[in-house]
């Protein structure tokens, strides 16, 4: 099957706390990530990829993992801050189809 | 970075009535360019793939004679909802691929647009 649009989960950390945001996606053969952030009422916005010849990639208060056995994307935020609530997706493709997205993930963070 | 901008970035209108859509990428030429369509509380849904000086790809289940796609030139691709229904209101994303070459390899990197809500009454 291929990943569509679901209504979205949520997640709610204290501010300070690590997010942890997980993504599972169906295609094997898909060979590079991305995570975005959505605002309210705005478009994405990139915020990390990765591709499938790596299981860990780092960014500034960022991390995102890949696991290709289980077909699993996480991302994880490190010290949450009011700012990073917003809707997280992650985005699948290959060099054959364009981009998919996942779920997305509701993060709120309470003060 | 490369900036994609939409217009209008909010739009009413009356049932039957047509809105065009406009995606303008600002700082680089994109041959590729996306629409997506959201509708509350759930995620992004590919539309169509539009490319310059050629026909779009429409996914399936979107009929192509509603949702017109013109990519006339390099920066600017337009998607007009004809004879708009209140069942079309939604939040239109467009977003640009800008392909920029990293030594003897080529870079893909999409950006997004703002979005444009469409609510029609």
């Known amino acids: 099957g291929e990943s569509v649009g679901l209504h979205l989960p949520t997640l709610s950390v204290q501010e300070g706390d690590n997010s942890i945001i997980n993504c599972a996606y169906s295609?094997?053969?898909?060979?590079?990530f991305i995570w975005y952030k959505q605002e309210s009422g705005k478009g994405p916005q990139f915020i990390i990829d990765?591709?499938?010849?790596?299981d860990k990639r780092q960014g500034q208060r960022v991390t995102v993992l890949l696991n290709k056995t289980v077909k699993h994307l996480s991302l994880q935020i490190a010290a949450t801050q009011p700012g990073d609530s917003a809707v997280y997706f992650c985005?699948?493709?290959?060099?054959?189809?364009?981009?998919?997205f996942g779920a997305g993930t509701r993060l709120t963070v309470k003060p | 970075g490369a900036v994609v901008s939409q217009h209008p970035s909010r739009v009413i209108c009356k049932s039957g009535t047509s809105v065009k859509i406009e995606c303008r990428s600002l700082?680089?030429?994109?041959?590729?360019m996306f629409w997506y369509r959201q509708f509350p509380k759930q995620s992004l849904m590919l539309m169509a793939t539009?490319?310059?000086?050629?026909?779009?790809?429409?996914e399936q289940g979107v009929e192509k004679d509603k949702f017109l796609i013109n990519h006339a030139s390099l920066t600017l691709s337009t998607l007009t909802v004809t004879s708009a229904h209140p069942e079309d209101s939604s939040f239109y994303i467009c977003?640009?691929?800008?392909?920029?070459?990293?030594?003897?390899?080529?870079?893909?990197?999409?950006?997004f647009g703002p979005g444009t809500r469409l609510l029609v009454l």
């Open positions: 977003s640009a691929r800008d392909l920029r070459e990293r030594g003897d390899k080529y870079q893909e990197t999409q950006y």
């Open positions: 295609n094997s053969a898909s060979d590079y």
């Open positions: 700082d680089f030429q994109a041959t590729t």
């Open positions: 539009s490319n310059e000086g050629s026909k779009a790809t429409y």
């Open positions: 985005a699948e493709k290959t060099d054959a189809r364009d981009m998919r």
């Open positions: 990765i591709r499938s010849n790596m």
